[in-house]
């Protein structure tokens, strides 16, 4: 079992930043790829950035530019460094971690909210 901890959301005025973090604890040996999906209030959950095989990194069109994945040498913590946020980024931010056998794991999610 994998346990994955999301901290860093909260508050911030459109133009500000935030830094998420997500902690992965448990049998992590497994897990190939990591990353973040986001979903706002009445919408589906969204892909925003992942880090997967040999530190490919993927982001969706809406944070290219703004947003920046990384992680340290091992899976965790993974990190979303989010500048020049906007009202529209505005959501419940999720991490993951993928398995090789299918298997998903997600965090519980930190609200990001921003407004002026």
């Known amino acids: 079992q994998v346990q994955l901890v999301e901290s860093g959301g909260g508050l911030v005025q459109p133009g500000g930043s935030l830094r998420l973090s997500c902690v992965a604890s448990?049998?992590?040996?497994?897990?190939?790829?990591m990353g973040w999906y986001r979903q706002a209030p009445g919408m589906e959950r969204e892909f925003v950035a992942a880090?997967?095989?040999?530190?490919?990194?993927n982001y969706a069109d809406p944070v290219k530019g703004r947003f920046t994945i990384s992680k340290g040498a091992t899976k965790s913590p993974l990190y979303l460094q989010m500048n020049n946020l906007m009202p529209e980024d505005t959501a419940v931010y999720y991490c993951?971690?993928?398995?090789?056998?299918?298997?998903?794991?997600w965090g519980e999610g930190t609200l990001v909210t921003v407004r002026s």
């Open positions: 880090i997967g095989d040999g530190g490919v990194i």
């Open positions: 448990g049998s992590t040996l497994q897990i190939y790829s």
């Open positions: 993951y971690g993928n398995q090789r056998d299918g298997v998903e794991y």
